[in-house]
């Protein structure tokens, strides 16, 4: 009666979670304070093996009564996430070095952060999507209080736990409640209940449960807590938080939708459209009047956010599998700028010693590198062509007119209005960096940049600029994701 | 005559939902962060009870298993928040969530 | 069968009694030992549901350690033990009031119109569904992955609670 477990689909898994306990172990018999980093970024090149491995295998593993299932979408996921998770370690190494922070215990919690996303993109049952989405968050509760004689840091921890802890109670009570309409946390079988013909209690489950993804992923009107704790929390813990943990919120959010909640169109459908035109407006809107970089990122991503629930709300009414690709193509679009943004951000912070955007003038003139992949990042998130960014907004606009239904044009209008304002804070910013004078008394020291920096910025600057003028490699990447195995 | 006052499943999930509203009602009304963290574990609470009831009426296991992994990211929460909560303590005699202020802008 | 239905009317009104306490009283200690009431509550409710492998880990987990640390943390914060009037609410107050009764009063409606016609059978197999060894055998059979994760997730968040907990 044992059941098979196939020990292939669980590799990534199982090589991260070793390398956590490994690093736990060197951190706490050495004194060389690099090995627990080395350890980490090693381990995490390693995971990408087996999904390397899974990929070339082809075949698609459904383990658990489907509870887990590897397939090819799984596997893009994984793959972006890995690769987020070492961006994050590079903008980490020096930032946590530097500081006088417990370097072991910071990588440990963001592994098993990470842990979390990975498991998150094959999960696909109620149990393991809510403890891979808790392992995903309660680890960076801690990160983002990570410097803990700092006043801001503190507070930008305990906002984010107070939020983070009631969105999974209200999450929770609503997949509580699907459970019990649905007899089972299997969303293949919630799909199923979801077909025929509901009480209007499972509406009210839906919305509960979407409500806490909407905390998760920060969406308008329940976003408040991020620009707080964006600008508390350490920079690099910032982009993880922005980037990664944001891309787990949307991977669970998308999972449950297509492959639960779907057949029910009525019941999330109107929520996840204002959500998504409530994030773009207010987003952007808010975005235009921060002074500090890291606010207006922040104010960004949840604008971001709301382009990435654009395809998802309009869904129901696209054929195939093209609104699905988008949201799938924009995570991954996305997690390259944003990490590179604010990888530019700590980049200029250390010249700087200031979030302010004021203090950025003119810092063309003293780092031209710097600068251009700043502007290269900014310009991305814009969608400028021939940057990566153009490309994301592409297939999410592509997505509405596949739609074709008055409410998807009406979003579409939306989010075509938020493209034209959020172009005007982000070229206001590289105005900044490039045509302003530099302020008087602000001394542009030139330290060198440490390699994890610079390699990091130069990394994602090249995946921008290569999906910029070939998108058909992440397309592709789109596509491949819901193939059928 | 008994018939009439026969427990269904709808009085533990009526009961849970008082319970959560209660919570939920604390953690808008409270501003002791310690406090508020209570009515989470509430809100947490009648989650539970409902995932047991409905693993009783549905004869599903699943539902109990569910609560055992509530309790487990429930416990790992306590754990996180207070130490959150002590090393706010540290630098500052009292804090309540309109301290948080600072941050507001 | 009455005694059931005696002692869930029991429990129930002291559940809600306790937790209307935690939101209300000023004592924090207060709080946290209604808090106690209500979990211990929940622990007996179980035990009627037939749920007895879930009802002694809410004992041990819930009021043995969940309060305990809540205790600790109050000590250790040396927090004030007593709210003044003014710093126990804010302004709030009423509006969420009304918002939680309405809300209460819609999930009612709806809960009763979808469970309301069922009824819970107290037979044999339903108390030896609730066995320890079935919990067992689905957590070890069908939720292994998320027991694995969530114990690397316990290992997390204790290296987490003591980095922020400790004192340098």
């Given amino acids: 009666m044992n059941p098979h477990v196939d020990f292939h689909a669980f590799a990534p898994e199982i090589v991260l979670t070793v390398t956590i306990v490994a690093v736990l172990i060197a951190d706490l018999f050495t004194d060389d304070s690099k090995l627990p980093a080395r350890i980490a970024a090693l381990g995490v090149l390693g995971s990408l093996v087996p999904v390397l491995t899974l990929a070339v295998d082809g075949q698609t593993r459904s383990l658990f009564g489907g509870a887990f299932v590897v397939d090819p979408f799984s596997l893009v996921l994984t793959g972006f996430f890995l690769v987020a998770g070492y961006v994050t370690l590079l903008l980490s190494f020096d930032y946590i070095g530097e500081g006088d922070y417990y370097q072991g215990e910071f990588y440990v919690l963001l592994l098993t952060s990470l842990l979390g996303m990975i498991v998150i993109s094959s999960a696909r049952d109620l149990i393991s999507i809510f403890v891979a989405l808790e392992t995903i968050t309660i680890p960076t509760f801690v990160l983002a209080g990570w410097r803990k004689h700092d006043t801001k840091s503190n507070e930008a921890s305990l906002k984010y736990f107070l939020i983070g802890v009631l969105s999974s109670a209200v999450m929770l009570y609503g997949m509580s409640l699907v459970f019990g309409l649905a007899n089972s946390t299997v969303l293949v079988d919630i799909h199923k209940y979801a077909s025929g013909h509901t009480p209007a209690l499972f509406a009210v489950a839906v919305f509960l449960t979407l409500v806490g993804f909407a905390f998760k992923v920060s969406a308008v009107p329940f976003h408040f807590w991020a620009p707080d704790t964006y600008e508390g929390a350490p920079t690099p813990v910032t982009a993880f938080l922005s980037v990664a943990s944001k891309a787990g919120g949307f991977v669970a959010l998308l999972t449950i939708v297509r492959l639960g909640f779907f057949p029910s169109g009525n019941s999330w459908q109107p929520i996840l459209w204002v959500l998504a035109a409530a994030s773009m407006t207010l987003g952007n809107l808010a975005a235009l009047r921060q002074t500090n970089i890291v606010r207006m990122l922040a104010y960004s991503s949840i604008a971001q956010g709301g382009f990435i629930l654009v395809p998802l709300a309009v869904a129901g009414d696209v054929r195939g599998n093209a609104a699905w690709q988008a949201v799938v193509i924009y995570i991954l679009i996305y997690g390259a700028m944003n990490l590179g943004a604010f990888a530019a951000v700590i980049a200029a912070a250390r010249r700087t010693r200031s979030a302010e955007i004021s203090r950025l003038a003119g810092f063309g003139r003293t780092n031209p590198a710097i600068a251009v992949m700043f502007s290269v990042f900014l310009f991305s998130l814009a969608g400028i062509p021939p940057l990566a960014g153009w490309f994301a907004k592409f297939v999410m606009f592509r997505a509405v007119f596949d739609a074709n239904t008055t409410v998807a044009v009406v979003l579409g209008v939306i989010a075509a209005v938020n493209s034209v304002i959020a172009f005007f804070y982000y070229s206001g910013v590289v105005r900044r960096l490039w045509f302003d004078e530099p302020a008087a008394g602000v001394e542009l020291s030139s330290p060198r940049l440490p390699v994890g920096l610079s390699a990091a910025m130069g990394l994602m600057t090249a995946v921008i600029l290569v999906v910029g003028v070939y998108p058909q490699f992440f397309a592709r990447l789109g596509e491949i994701a819901f193939q059928r195995g | ?105 | 069968m009455w005694e059931q239905q005696v002692a869930f009317w029991v429990l129930a009104v002291a559940m809600a009694a306790a937790a209307i306490g935690v939101v209300r009283s000023r004592n924090i200690v207060h709080a946290a030992l209604f808090l106690v009431v209500v979990l211990a509550g929940a622990a007996a409710q179980y035990i009627l549901l037939a749920a007895e492998f879930v009802a002694w880990v809410q004992v041990l987990i819930y009021i043995g350690a969940v309060v305990v640390l809540f205790l600790f943390g109050i000590m250790l914060t040396r927090a004030p033990m007593h709210d003044d009037a003014g710093a126990l609410d804010n302004d709030q107050r009423w509006g969420g009031l009304v918002v939680a009764l309405f809300v209460l009063g819609v999930l009612i409606a709806l809960l009763v119109n979808a469970f309301g016609g069922k009824k819970i059978h107290f037979s044999n197999a339903l108390v030896s569904l609730g066995r320890t060894s079935h919990v067992g055998t689905d957590i070890f059979r069908v939720f292994v992955v998320p027991f694995e994760v969530v114990s690397m997730l316990l290992l997390a968040a204790l290296v987490g609670a003591v980095v922020l907990a400790r004192k340098d």
Avoid: H, W
């Fill in chain 2, 1 to 105: 005559m008994i018939a009439a006052f026969t427990i269904t499943p709808s009085f533990y999930l009526i009961l849970a939902a008082i319970l959560f509203s209660i919570g939920a009602v604390g953690l808008l009304v409270r501003r002791n962060v310690i406090v508020m963290f209570m009515c989470v574990e509430l809100m947490l609470n009648a989650v539970n009870l409902t995932f047991v009831s409905f693993a009783k009426a549905l004869n599903d296991v699943g539902g109990q298993v569910l609560v055992f992994f509530t309790l487990v990211v429930a416990a790992a929460e306590v754990a996180v928040g207070l130490g959150i909560i002590v090393a706010i303590f540290r630098r500052r005699r009292d804090a309540t969530a309109d301290d948080l202020r600072t941050l507001e802008g």
